[in-house]
């Protein structure tokens, strides 16, 4: 039974962090019905935004919980999202804006290019920084007092603080995005600019800056997972975005691609599935080598026979 | 109010409106008539500044708009409701009225107009928490007048408003477009019931591919031959 429970918390607490990176795909699938392949990377920036912001803010080590909870991981927090969101925001205006109207091939070769030039750009010239680490290989994420390597017991139960702070972080996120979208006046404008572009601009609304809103907003939700990311494993990498990215994008699919509650719930679902893949499959398929496959063989089962995803994807229903 | 300069509009090589030229005056309801393919509806979507115009000017109130952004069209004082009403289908009726107001920011006056618009079609202030989508046709186009008319525009543009009503629904409707007529709107309205257009407009012009070939006082239209011949379907 406690292995059951264990296992349940480290899938939730992987599915969250999935699902705070398939947010992004989802939002921007939603108003351009486009899958932004990069968005892997804009995770990936986020997770180096935050460090970087640890290496300007002096490198602070062996402080108090106060001082690091308190500031240095806000901090962190906020550095990532302004290079996230930067990154997102110049990858619509340059590479996607441009071939808005051009063939859907078109915006997805430009988003693989995109995933490649910012894997190595950051490979190559990151570390070329004096003072800052080599970026080709896995550089060991900041110690957060309080946060990494801590974790409480539960009856026999393990719960890492990073697992909570991961579940925290989307459990805010998701209410801070829900408010966003349902209640703010430019949430109201992403939403008609998805369902009916020509008529939102009818409307009175600019869709350029709906759309570059929606970029945004996922690229906030997915440097809040680089940081997650980096707590959870104690290091980053210039690749680390790649799989992730996968993931998180098989993630939005079960939920229903467009749907921002499918891709919360999706991205939770996947992480419950490895986590008890790992345990439950017996012999060599069970192994942690074989957990990818049997996420991955989800999203081929879903595609297949439901690609509306679980909560099913809103169907176009122009009225 | 509104003047349109030998406009001439393009799909690719396909000229779809072929230089028109036509005005609106304060006050008035001018209506477009002609079939399907005829340029109405690409008329409308010109003056919107969802299409751009090869040759020709729009004017405003005096001032040209043919470059104007589509999203700043309805800051100018024009509302369009498109063909096929074009609702946010998954919105509820709240919303696609709040936002056919998108472009204000005085709160107080929302809410009134909110209220008037509730007050004017009551199916629509009893159901309007439930989506636009769920609604009949006769309700949508309902709630496609109220949104435009949602922004206060002194040039309220209709496309095909009768599109797929019965025809007490499309009465309703006619009756409605009279009202805000009276209420000081004025009105471009684009219709293949040419009958129940002309029976309310100042004016019309009828749209042959692309080209007006006709335009006179709507009442001179009823009485045309060859409006009666081709669109009313009169011998």
Redo the contacts between chains.
């Keep these: 039974m406690d292995l059951l429970i264990q296992q349940l918390i480290n899938g939730l607490s992987l599915g969250a962090l999935y699902a705070l990176i398939a947010v992004g795909y989802t939002v921007v699938y939603g108003i351009v019905q486009l899958i932004n392949f990069a968005h892997g990377e804009v995770f990936m920036m986020g997770a180096f935004g935050s460090y970087t912001t640890w290496m300007l803010m002096g490198s602070p080590t062996n402080l108090s919980i106060g001082v690091a909870l308190g500031l240095v991981l806000p901090a962190m927090i906020l550095g990532g999202v302004l290079v996230s969101v930067g990154t997102a925001l110049l990858m619509e205006r340059f590479a996607y804006r441009p071939l808005r109207n051009a063939p859907r091939l078109a915006p997805l070769i430009s988003a693989i290019g995109l995933s490649i030039g910012l894997q190595e750009a950051v490979r190559l010239f990151y570390g070329q920084i004096p003072g800052f680490p080599d970026s080709r290989r896995a550089i060991p994420f900041p110690v957060i007092e309080g946060l990494t390597g801590r974790s409480i017991q539960v009856g026999g139960v393990t719960i890492q603080h990073s697992a909570i702070f991961t579940l925290g972080a989307l459990l805010i996120c998701a209410a801070l995005l829900w408010w966003f979208v349902n209640k703010t006046?430019m949430g109201?404008?992403m939403?008609?600019t998805s369902?009916?572009a020509?008529?939102?601009?009818?409307?009175?609304?600019?869709?350029d800056k709906a759309i570059a809103t929606a970029f945004a907003v996922g690229a906030a939700l997915a440097a809040v997972a680089g940081v997650a990311h980096g707590l959870r494993y104690n290091n980053i990498d210039f690749q680390m975005g790649f799989m992730a990215g996968m993931k998180a994008f098989t993630a939005a699919v079960l939920g229903g691609i467009g749907n921002i509650n499918g891709a919360v719930v999706g991205g939770l679902v996947l992480g419950i599935v490895e986590a008890m893949a790992t345990t439950y499959i017996p012999g060599q398929f069970g192994s942690s080598a074989w957990k990818d496959v049997w996420a991955f063989a989800i999203l081929i089962l879903v595609l297949v026979f439901r690609p509306q995803g679980l909560l099913g994807a809103?169907v176009v229903?122009?009225? | 109010m509104l003047e349109v300069k030998d406009l001439a509009v393009s799909y690719g090589r396909v000229q779809a409106v072929k230089g028109i030229s036509f005005t609106v005056e304060q006050g008035q309801i001018v209506s477009l008539l002609g079939t399907n393919g005829a340029g109405k509806t690409t008329t409308l979507r010109t003056i919107s500044g969802l299409l751009r115009p090869t040759s020709g000017e729009v004017l405003f109130e005096g001032k040209r708009i043919d470059t104007v952004p589509a999203h700043q069209i309805v800051t100018l004082g024009i509302a369009h409701s498109p063909e096929g009403r074009r609702l946010f289908p998954r919105m509820s009726v709240e919303d696609n009225l709040l936002l056919g107001a998108y472009t204000r920011r005085d709160a107080a006056g929302i809410r009134e107009d909110l209220d008037r618009a509730y007050a004017l079609f009551p199916v629509l202030g009893e159901r309007r928490g439930q989506a636009a989508g769920l609604f009949s046709g006769g309700e949508q186009q309902m709630l496609a007048i109220a949104r435009a008319m949602m922004s206060r525009p002194r040039l309220l543009m209709l496309d095909e408003p009768s599109m797929g009503l019965s025809p007490i629904m499309t009465t309703t409707i006619m009756n409605t477009i009279a009202e805000l007529k009276a209420s000081g709107t004025t009105i471009l309205l684009v219709e293949q019931n040419a009958q129940a257009a002309l029976a309310l407009s100042d004016r019309g012009y009828v749209l042959e591919v692309g080209a007006i070939t006709l335009s006179d006082t709507g009442a001179a239209l009823l009485e045309d031959d060859r409006v009666r011949r081709t669109y009313l379907g009169v011998d």
Excluded: F
């Design positions: 006046r109201r404008a939403q008609a369902q009916d020509d008529t939102a601009r009818l409307m009175g609304i600019n869709v809103k229903d122009r009225a």
